[in-house]
């Protein structure tokens, strides 16, 4: 089992941080409707905002938006902000041309942005009262997601927080598992398979697939953060009685292992069961990374802030593919959450939070580390430079917690660089 | 506030900073909050450049907003003329930074920075992506080229090309075509810009005999102001289409006094065109929509060079709606002025056209309608920077919107095969065109009358509740499906007309010969 004694207390958690305050090149948290809208599937998210907000939606959408999606913007114009309508009056207008023309939708998110937030429109306080009207039918609640509050994946977290309160009460004595995080339906399944091999239940999942399925929580809820980016949610789980089990993040072979031990231990589960039931997945896992470990081992990777996965991602191609992470940045560092994951990170690595982002680009210019990770803005720019890029993004939008996922993981590193190397052009 | 499943338009600040990604050494300070940033993506990732677009945001944050977000901004500044060192730079606000009134050009002229300071104001929430990107040329010509040329020699005629940005559909390849053009007449070409020119290049702008206003969307607000100033005259034909190409060559040739036909290069298109493969394309019924330019040059090409018929026509560029309701009284339509997605799709789902030529909005439309499309304009995606060479303009333009255009339709033996031939279990009209990927089988808008509820968007003909026999609407599965959707229209308005309650075959006959053409 990966715990920080097995690997010595020779990690990051003391080392210090570099805080920098400058451009941030990062996305908002109206990002996470692109992913938020598939996961939770009878949902929709209303952006309250400017024409900047749908073009990024639709941007950062691409492809997508070839179906018809789960999510629009309420544009705010000129005469709104001039108090020529009521914004109040304008809001009812739009939910009610929105929901005739989408009859089934059974939840609906008003999403705060920059813009919305500045002129202070309370959308929680419309949320309220267009639920009472459309009471029966549709739930509408209220998050932020605007880029002054938060950053890329912290727009789960706010919309995964604006759940909670509404989750029903679990006032059962009997202890019950909530996997908090929108986790790909492939990969939620796998674990609700081994939880239930190890005679762990009830088992649920927060967001859940139906806005009618939402999970219930008391306290004698045990939960467990499958994504590193959910602090607000965890504090609203706990203030609601939950209690968080600490683990390392189901990345790869050991923090799998980690996280569901978390649980097993928990629950109880006798030591020798646990590793019966997780030894094939387990296994599994390290024949999968071994392919990629020939390519990635004793490469040096930089990574720029964008989700906060870069910790865990970071311990987890170190421990377990020898790779020498030179600076790992990070847009927010939740430090109780990730307490096991920088012990586990090498003691040299440069930790830093926050971005001014052309002095971090001369940090990796001046590295030039084998491999960097950095947001779309910087890939290609950087691919020109002749460094080596793996976008960040992806690592959001693929299948890669779990035991059977880890070799996907790998490869999502391994990838670019076999690229570069098959490449004769 | 206003319902937006899809924007035609980005916010203008994004039209500023096509100018300025367009140019050399031209940086751009813009006032923003945190996630902004997304707007670099757009020339990474859909134009795939391979530096950074030159912008500095300030991405604010809410704790910022408590304290001085106007140093911030002065800081940025002043961090990013000293990193880039630009021959001018262009300072301005996002949306939200729009309503915390900092002053970007009250701030940046206080710092008296060494270089020339352009300070944009963009209202973000009355103006949009375009018309940033006049805007922005326009005050950058404006500041720039304010000196008279020194005096023009006249051993051969100059001109510049005006409009060309970074995120411009097609402009890379239009400009190479126009050159070709103009070298051909033995034009000179003075400066290109924006696309590729620095600032000294637009200090040099008044040195040309004339500007060539390709793109009316980003370079008509310049052009008219440098006629005025410069007294240079501005050839204003936006040579798409082998008909407007010769035009274009035309007018060249009357301002400059240049005999045309150097520059007469007879195209594939005509041939193409008048070749008896083409003959089906005659009378197909196109819908157009993009921005004004672009749908307006699409229109001639439809109707006078393949033969089409033109049943709608529109633009979502509201500055341009005068010229596009000219051209639309040309055509005999209704001219579609929005920049409302849903509004489009209404159009074309009334019209149910044979062919959509459109923006990347109308490619989900038409597939959702399962109607064929071409992309004609931008807003586009990814694919529409291809690699190869694929101009609009000129000559080899028309060639490309030949193939481009004719390309989504069935070709003309299946077409007839699957008229006669109904129950082939591989080629059925549900399949589409043979050449292209399987459409998913969606259910016919037959039997979406039957069962309304998995209609998400109701006929919005009212006579949808006149009553089909079941005779005649299997009799009108028997019609090709691209024409089926009129065949359905028109004997529903036949009935209506006459109060035919229920629709027989003989409803169906008699209305199709009543609007035989």
């Known amino acids: 089992m990966a715990t920080a004694q097995h690997f010595g207390r020779t990690g990051c958690d003391a080392t210090p941080v570099l805080r920098e305050r400058g451009q941030r090149e990062v996305f908002c948290g109206l990002t996470g409707i692109i992913w938020l809208h598939r996961k939770i599937q009878d949902a929709f998210f209303l952006v309250v905002g400017s024409r900047t907000c749908a073009h990024l939606l639709q941007s950062a959408a691409g492809v997508m938006v070839f179906a018809e999606p789960r999510f629009a913007t309420a544009i705010i114009e000129e005469r709104d902000l001039a108090g020529m309508a009521d914004c109040n009056d304008e809001l009812d207008r739009i939910v009610d041309q929105m929901l005739l023309r989408r009859p089934d939708i059974k939840l609906l998110f008003l999403v705060g942005s920059c813009p919305s937030e500045v002129i202070k429109l309370d959308l929680s306080r419309a949320a309220a009262r267009l639920s009472v009207k459309h009471g029966g039918t549709t739930r509408i609640l209220n998050y932020s997601g605007s880029g002054i509050e938060t950053t890329f994946t912290e727009g789960e977290d706010a919309c995964l927080a604006a759940l909670v309160p509404g989750l029903a009460a679990d006032a059962s004595a009997k202890p019950s598992l909530m996997i908090v995080g929108a986790l790909p339906d492939v990969v939620e399944d796998q674990f609700l398979r081994l939880f239930d091999a190890l005679g762990i239940g009830p088992v649920h999942t927060l967001p859940a697939r139906r806005a009618g399925a939402m999970p219930p929580v008391g306290p004698n809820t045990r939960f467990l953060l499958a994504q590193p980016f959910l602090g607000e949610t965890a504090r609203a789980l706990e203030d609601r009685g939950a209690t968080r089990l600490d683990a390392l993040f189901p990345f790869g072979a050991e923090g799998t292992t980690d996280w569901l031990h978390a649980a097993a231990q928990a629950f109880g589960v006798d030591a020798m069961q646990f590793r019966r039931t997780i030894a094939p997945g387990r296994e599994r896992a390290k024949r999968a990374l071994a392919h990629a470990r020939p390519l990635l081992e004793g490469r040096r990777i930089s990574f720029l802030p964008d989700s906060q996965l870069e910790i865990p991602l970071a311990r987890f191609l170190a421990i377990e593919l020898g790779m020498v992470p030179v600076e790992v940045g990070t847009p927010y560092l939740h430090r109780r959450h990730l307490a096991r994951e920088l012990a586990l990170l090498p003691a040299a690595t440069r930790l830093s939070e926050g971005q001014d982002v052309d002095r971090q680009l001369d940090r990796v210019r001046a590295d030039r580390p084998d491999l960097t990770v950095c947001g779309l803005g910087l890939a290609n720019p950087l691919e020109a430079e002749g460094l080596t890029t793996k976008w960040a993004i992806e690592l959001v939008f693929s299948p890669v917690h779990g035991f059977d996922q880890a070799g996907d993981l790998a490869d999502l590193f391994a990838r670019p660089l076999r690229r570069r190397d098959l490449l004769r052009v | ?517």
């Not at chain 2, 977000?69 to 630009?86: E, G, M, V």
């Not at chain 2, 035309?250 to 290069?265: F, H, K, Q, R, Y």
Request: contains cysteine; proline residues 7%; negative net charge.
């Open chain 2, 1 to 517: 506030m206003q319902l937006t499943v899809w924007t035609y338009e980005g916010p203008p600040h994004v039209g500023a900073m096509r100018i300025a990604t367009a140019m050399e050494d031209v940086h751009y300070v813009l006032h923003a909050p945190q996630g902004d940033t997304y707007a670099d993506l757009l020339f990474t990732m859909i134009e795939r450049r391979g530096k950074r677009p030159p912008v500095t945001y300030t991405t604010f944050q809410a704790r910022d907003l408590g304290k001085d977000t106007a140093a911030l901004f002065q800081t940025a500044a002043r961090d990013a003329y000293a990193r880039f060192t630009p021959g001018a730079m262009l300072v301005g606000a996002s949306c939200t930074a729009e309503l915390i009134q900092d002053d970007p050009a009250g701030l940046v002229a206080a710092m008296d920075l060494p270089c020339p300071v352009v300070a944009l104001e963009l209202p973000s929430y009355q103006r949009k992506e375009n018309w940033g990107a006049a805007e922005t040329f326009y005050q950058l010509v404006r500041t720039l080229a304010a000196s008279p040329a020194p005096n023009r020699s006249n051993a051969r005629p100059t001109a510049n090309i005006l409009g060309p940005t970074a995120l411009g559909f097609r402009h890379r390849d239009d400009v190479i075509e126009v050159r070709r053009i103009l070298n051909a007449l033995g034009i000179a070409v003075n400066v290109v810009a924006p696309l590729g020119a620095t600032t000294a290049d637009i200090a040099r702008l008044p040195a040309a005999d004339f500007n060539i206003c390709l793109y009316p969307e980003i370079a008509d607000t310049a052009c008219r102001w440098l006629a005025r100033e410069h007294g240079q005259p501005v050839v204003t034909t936006v040579p798409i289409g082998h008909g407007a190409t010769r035009d274009f060559i035309a007018e060249l040739a009357a301002l400059t006094g240049i005999d045309p036909a150097g520059a007469c290069d007879p195209g594939h298109l005509p041939w193409w065109s008048r070749s008896v493969d083409s003959t089906y394309l005659t009378g197909k019924r196109v819908f157009i929509f993009g921005d004004a330019t672009h749908a307006i040059a699409a229109a001639r090409v439809a109707r006078d060079e393949l033969g089409f018929e033109v049943v709608g026509l529109g633009c979502y560029n509201r500055e341009f709606a005068r010229d596009l309701r000219a051209a639309a009284a040309l055509y005999g339509v209704t001219p579609l002025i929005t920049d409302d997605y849903l509004v489009v799709e209404e159009a074309i789902q009334a019209l149910q056209p044979e062919l959509v030529l459109g923006t990347q909005m109308e490619r989900h439309i038409a597939k959702r309608l399962r109607i064929p499309c071409a992309v004609i304009s931008a807003p586009v995606h990814v694919q529409d920077f291809p690699a190869r060479y694929s101009p609009q303009m000129g000559f080899e333009g028309a060639n490309v919107l030949f193939d481009t255009w004719v390309h989504p339709l069935v070709m003309g033996l299946e077409e007839h095969l699957l008229t006669m031939f109904r129950d082939d279990f591989e080629f059925s009209d549900m399949a589409g065109a043979s050449h292209l990927a399987p459409l998913p089988v969606a259910p016919e808008p037959a039997l979406q009358a039957v069962s309304p509820e998995v209609a998400p968007h109701p006929a919005p003909d009212a006579s949808a509740a006149r009553v089909w026999s079941a005779d005649a609407e299997r009799e009108l599965l028997k019609i090709p499906f691209f024409v089926r959707g009129k065949a359905r229209r028109n004997t529903e308005r036949f009935a209506a007309e006459r109060d035919v309650a229920t629709i027989t075959i003989d409803t169906l006959y008699d209305a199709k010969a009543h609007y035989a053409r």
